[in-house]
């Protein structure tokens, strides 16, 4: 609770130009999200099963901070990653680029953050950063995703590689989509075992993405 406190604390003072209408929607959902994320510490519910193991752990806080690694880190890594002679062939990636590239990523990243947000608002007292079960959630965004939150969270990393595409974002982000959907397997196993009818919510409802056709 700490962490996304000086984290809220920091958001607020990034605030962009009243010029950039996308940067300020993005900054906009970005602080509802960090004050979600408080909120949500102060009403959740108790757990009904908790973090069992050091991987309940360890896989989720990795999961929720590869993302600032990969946003935060500095230039002299970028620029080391492409100058690497075992990764010549990928230095073309510092050089991808078209002309709707910067609106298409930062787009992409506004519409992950929107969704994030949408599956913070349908967690509500469920959310946790460990690998726990609380109150089982179904509506909102969850009769359409079963995880609408990581959904979110990837598509607005990707995104961000998207808008500043080398090589360290994509590396980064190809692990964190990689990472997020173990933890979310394990998850799902054990939401199973508190929640046997999960098994026929899972069947119903897509994995990261909605089941078009079944709707």
């Known amino acids: 609770m700490l962490l996304f406190s000086a984290m809220t604390l920091r958001q607020f003072s990034l605030f962009p130009d009243w010029k950039d209408p996308l940067g300020c929607l993005r900054w906009f959902l970005i602080t509802v999200l960090f004050l979600q994320f408080l909120a949500a510490y102060i009403v959740r519910t108790r757990a009904l099963r908790r973090a ?21 880190a500095p230039y002299w890594l970028w620029n080391a990653l492409e100058s690497s002679p075992y990764l010549s062939t990928w230095k073309t990636l510092q050089y991808l680029y078209f002309p709707a590239q910067p609106l298409f990523g930062f787009s992409t990243m506004a519409l992950g953050e929107m969704i994030t947000v949408w599956g913070m608002l349908g967690l509500k007292g469920s959310f946790s950063i460990a690998t726990e079960v609380r109150v089982l959630r179904t509506k909102g965004p969850y009769r359409w995703v079963r995880h609408p939150l990581y959904s979110g969270e990837m598509l607005s990393l990707m995104g961000w590689s998207i808008y500043y595409c080398n090589l360290w974002n994509l590396l980064g982000c190809s692990l964190f989509i990689i990472l ?7 998850e799902e196993a054990k939401l199973i075992s508190v929640y046997p009818e999960y098994q026929h919510y899972r069947q119903q409802v897509g994995f990261l993405f909605p089941h078009i056709l079944k709707r």
């Not at 050091?54 to 990795?62: A, E, G, I």
């Not at 997020?180 to 394990?186: F, G, I, M, S, Y």
């Open 52 to 72: 069992e193991s050091l991987l309940d752990v360890l896989l989720p806080f990795t999961c929720a901070g590869l993302p600032f690694l990969v946003i935060m």
């Open 180 to 186: 997020q959907v173990w933890r979310a397997k394990r």
